[in-house]
Nanobody, 129 residues
Framework: QVQLAESGGGLVQAGGSLRLSCVASGYISSRYCMGWFRQSPGKERERVAAIYSSSVDNADGRTYYGDFAKGRFTISMDKAKNIVYLQMNSLNSEDTGMYYC?????????????????WGQGTQVTVSS
């Protein structure tokens, strides 16, 4: 089964940027989603962004974003290296939290949060105001 390892978290000042990376080890599927989620103390986990990969349909590369991420965050994937990135710009204190990489194989509906079954250990992002 696929294993996921995140990196790139840290402490950044408000207005700054971070780029998170997630290395996926192992085969996932001919159709799959890779996503970034986050969770802050006292809050539910929420999907930040996701990207769909497919070798069997024409939706390959489609991306999905939470409303709070649109215009500030960008998800991308290097398929050759099996790495998913999350570029985060214009960070604010509300973005503080643990960020998790996740994978969803053969999603019925790409890329709903409920489809994600494999998770990394997470990387902490702290934004100071």
């Amino acid at each position: 089964q696929v294993q996921l390892a995140e990196s790139g978290g840290g402490l950044v000042q408000a207005g700054g940027s971070l780029r998170l990376s997630c290395v996926a080890s192992g085969y996932i599927s001919s159709r799959y989603c890779m996503g970034w989620f986050r969770q802050s103390p006292g809050k539910e986990r929420e999907r930040v962004a996701a990207i769909y990969s497919s070798s069997v349909d024409n939706a390959d590369g489609r991306t999905y974003y939470g409303d709070f991420a649109k215009g500030r965050f960008t998800i991308s994937m290097d398929k050759a290296k099996n790495i998913v990135y999350l570029q985060m710009n214009s960070l604010n204190s509300e973005d503080t939290g643990m960020y998790y990489c996740a994978a969803a194989a053969d999603p019925r509906v790409p890329c709903l949060a409920s489809e994600f079954a494999r998770w990394g250990q997470g990387t902490q992002v702290t934004v100071s105001s």
